[in-house]
């Protein structure tokens, strides 16, 4: 994977997965479509999601430098 592309899916990764963990984005989302049974593990996913992106694009900043 090149560095632009890396850079470009971590920082879109890190807006999605921020947008849904500080918003009720998500839990509107599924609560619509019927699936509101699984609110409770969102946490579960979605921080360490949230952490992977971050750290994506951290790695890819990085590596663009040197």
């Known amino acids: 994977m090149n560095n632009n592309k890396m850079l470009a899916t971590g920082l879109i990764g890190t807006v999605i997965a921020a947008l849904c963990c500080f918003t009720p984005l998500l839990v509107i989302a599924l609560g619509a479509v ?33």
């Not at 946490?43 to 994506?56: K, T, V």
């Open 34 to 66: 019927g699936l509101s049974a699984i609110l409770g593990y969102l946490d579960y996913i979605l921080l360490p999601a949230l952490g992977l992106f971050i750290l994506m694009t951290i790695f890819a900043l990085y590596r663009r430098q040197s």
